[in-house]
């Protein structure tokens, strides 16, 4: 019950956040339950808790998206998806947690900075084979994105439903790999089901802020709350 009831607060969070942001959603808690459970259920659960969330805002913001830069991002994360799956299946769980937190880290230094990478087709490639495999093996696939999206100048519109569109694309590549991995079990559904009534609640009230935040001021947030993210995956490998 207490993990179930953890897991409800931390899907409200990261919910939240991705309605503010169009990212965010598996930043916040892929590390948050890793801390409540392990990290190697926590990729898992945070893809079965954030698929419909992702699927349902690239259905209404798909006016705005890309899906041309969203297709060709997924078809290339195919390519690094059995990487991504071996590490999860193999690494120790000490290691996911390192990853965890580096690629969170990393993210708040994209996000701090304003970084730009090259978004060529070649570029764009690589993105897509990277997001491939942190899909699979930490669930965290948003940082590349965040920085390829940024860099092409998207609007924040634009950017949150581009984002929605690929996100969409990986976490289905994801879940199918999972369960062909035998990643997913009982327990973990059982867990997923009852977080999901927090997906729709975290959505609605970071919708209601979305057009109203000062950019500067979310900045500010995002990195307080990657941080603390960031955070929570070392604790759980120091214990």
Do not use: K
């Not at 990393?106 to 690589?126: D, Q, Y």
């Not at 289905?172 to 729709?200: D, Y």
């Amino acid at each position: 019950m207490i993990i179930m009831l953890s897991a409800f607060g931390i899907v409200l969070l990261g919910a939240f956040a991705q309605a503010v942001s169009g990212f965010g959603y598996a930043l916040l808690t892929v590390p948050l339950l890793a801390a409540a459970v392990d990290p190697r259920s926590a990729v898992v659960l945070s893809a079965l808790t954030g698929i419909g969330l992702t699927l349902t805002t690239a259905v209404r913001e798909r006016a705005y998206a890309r899906w041309r830069v969203a297709a060709a991002l997924n078809v290339t994360a195919l390519l690094g998806l059995p990487a991504g799956l071996l590490v999860l299946a193999y690494a120790p769980e000490w290691l996911l947690s390192a990853l965890i937190a580096v690629v969170v880290l990393g993210c708040a230094a994209l996000v701090g900075s304003r970084a730009r990478i090259r978004t060529g087709r070649l570029g764009l490639g690589a993105v897509g084979v990277l997001v491939g495999v942190l899909t699979a093996a930490t669930g965290t696939n948003g940082p590349p994105l965040v920085a390829a999206f940024h860099s092409l100048g998207y609007d924040p519109r634009t950017f949150r439903a581009t984002l929605a569109a690929t996100f969409s694309g990986t976490g289905l590549i994801g879940l199918a790999g999972f369960l062909l991995a035998g990643q997913v079990r009982a327990e973990l559904v059982w867990i997923s089901l009852a977080a999901l009534p927090a997906v729709p609640v975290g959505w609605w009230l970071g919708n209601r802020l979305f057009r109203r935040i000062d950019p500067v001021v979310f900045r500010r947030i995002v990195l307080v709350g990657l941080l603390g993210s960031a955070g929570a995956a070392l604790a759980s490998l120091a214990g």
